[in-house]
């Protein structure tokens, strides 16, 4: 059985979750740069996670050409048989990227994916037909391979044996505090090829092949990102890995609040607590104006605000301090408090003009499997993505708020003034006649009959837990909608239809 990696390859082709910096195409076998960008990548100067090598596939402008050169299978033999012997001889330490083939339009390509490595910085040959040629650093300056000098060498060379954290074996746990189970959804989830042969591989093969186990084969560990993403409880290695959302209804001096505590997997406590956050404690407006058709429309706080905020502090905090991630939400704000605050090369005056750009990750590992699981774009979008959102809702502006030292960072979104006493009489809250303004927007998408990802693509909402209960669920009770087969609820060929009624409040609405 070909091997595969645990990538989504339309997204490695499209640069759909994958940076184009983190990818090198190549056309065809070119031993000496394809060595290049293989230091290159295990050197991780930005910290990203390292990056693949598309042999096979050539480019033009930072995109792929498709349909691909292609490589025959003599080929691809040959050349991995090659990459052995680069791995041990032509760069130092050794090291050795794993590699899978794909058909991509009725062609073979080769994939080389290579992670940051641990016993960085790594050098290569310059030239590899002359046996007396120099060694050199090498580093991804955007979407090029180039060799590193002056300050960037210095800094690489600083980076000795600095692996991290995230990134780095956990030797007080072993392979059966991974869940196959959680690695073999994740797969699925993100669409990944590996998927199918997943189920025949032990916990740490596959393990392995996701990069999330290492160590020689007769002492293997399961590294901190695997334990994060793929135990059912990570805390019980790393303390106050959680998320606390606390409700104020009186504000903070007063005597009532509500608390809900999220553990478990990152990936999934992210989710549950955005949708826990959405269920519970986001309302829409709706106010209807005498001078004009438009009905005016707002959120307390818009929910892609909440989820950058939230996904945020997941990425960037730290998982060696004993100190939760607390939302907390008052009448006046929300707010997202973790630790420890950014980098000190980041200027505060830039964080909140939506200009700073971290030069280095933290996390470089979880940041992948989120951006892998669509809950994060990377590469420093989500504070200019808040700020957005936030105007186009009409709120506040968010402030963004660090101490001195960077000890903690802490995210205010205001409550829309809509929803702090100056809105006038004539609003009716989230209801307009007997129709919210969630099921108002699912009946204006309707067409024919359309399945529930199809209806909640066309919403651009993420989430199904909140478009089921805000959206889907409400306009079924009300009669707006029907099931094609209401026999069978969970059918996987269920869709939905206007019902008479459906309609006729559509026809009345336009009117």
């Given at each position: ?5 645990p ?71 040959s ?73 960037d ?41 590996l ?16 990069n999330v ?22 805390e ?25 505590e ?108 989120l ?44 409550v829309?003034?809509?929803?702090a ?67 069978k ?23």
């Amino acid at each position: 059985m070909t091997p595969k990696l645990p990538i989504n390859l339309d997204s490695l082709l499209r640069h759909r979750t994958i940076e184009s910096e983190r990818v090198e195409y190549k056309t065809g076998w070119n031993p000496e740069a394809v060595l290049h960008g293989i230091c290159a990548f295990a050197n991780d100067f930005h910290n990203l996670g390292g990056g693949y090598v598309v042999v096979g596939v050539g480019e033009q402008d930072g995109q792929p050409v498709l349909p691909p050169a292609g490589l025959q299978p003599a080929q691809i033999d040959s050349i991995q048989k090659e990459l052995l012997n680069l791995g041990n001889a032509a760069i130092q330490p050794p090291y050795h990227p794993l590699t899978a083939t794909y058909e991509v339009q009725g062609k073979l390509i080769l994939v080389l994916w290579v992670p940051g490595g641990e016993t960085r910085p790594y050098k290569a040959r310059i030239r590899l037909g002359d046996k007396k040629s120099d060694w050199a650093f090498y580093l991804r300056k955007h979407t090029s391979t180039v060799r590193a000098k002056g300050a960037d060498e210095r800094e690489l060379l600083s980076l000795a044996a600095t692996v991290p954290f995230d990134d780095r074996y956990r030797q007080g746990a072993s392979l059966t505090d991974l869940s196959p189970h959680l690695m073999r959804e994740f797969l699925q989830e993100i669409g990944s090829e590996l998927t199918a042969e997943a189920a025949t591989l032990d916990t740490e093969a596959l393990g392995r092949r996701m990069n999330v186990v290492g160590g020689p084969a007769e002492m293997a560990f399961p590294k901190n990102v695997g334990l994060l993403f793929f135990n059912e409880h990570p805390e019980q290695f790393f303390p106050a890995t959680q998320i606390d959302v606390v409700y104020f209804p009186d504000g903070p001096g007063g005597d009532r609040f509500e608390e809900k505590e999220f553990r478990g997997p990152l990936g999934r406590i992210a989710r549950d607590a955005v949708d826990y956050i959405a269920r519970n404690y986001l309302k829409e407006t709706v106010i209807k104006h005498p001078d004009r058709p438009q009905a005016e429309r707002f959120w307390n706080y818009p929910l892609a605000a909440i989820e950058e905020a939230v996904v945020n502090a997941v990425y960037h905090r730290s998982y060696e301090i004993r100190e939760p991630i607390e939302v907390r939400i008052t009448p006046e704000e929300l707010m997202v408090l973790s630790f420890p605050g950014p980098d000190r090369s980041i200027r505060m005056e830039d964080l909140q003009a939506g200009r700073a750009v971290s030069r280095r990750y933290r996390n470089r590992r979880i940041g992948e499997f989120l951006k892998e699981l669509d809950l994060t774009e990377g590469r420093s979008t989500g504070i200019p993505k808040i700020l957005r959102v936030m105007r186009a809702n009409g709120s506040p502006a968010p402030v963004f708020e660090s101490d001195d030292e960077r000890s903690s960072f802490l995210i205010r979104l205001p409550v829309h003034e809509g929803f702090a006493g100056e809105v006038t009489p004539e609003v009716t809250g989230e209801v307009t006649g007997e129709v919210t303004g969630e099921v108002e927007r699912l009946l204006g998408v309707m067409e024919g009959e359309m399945k529930r990802t199809e209806i909640q693509a066309a919403l651009a909402l993420k989430h199904e837990d909140h478009f089921r209960e805000a959206y889907l669920r409400p306009a079924l009770d009300e009669g707006f909608i029907e099931m094609t087969i209401p026999d069978k609820p969970r059918s996987r060929l269920q869709k939905y239809r206007l019902t008479g009624k459906g309609k006729a409040w559509l026809q009345e609405r336009q009117k």
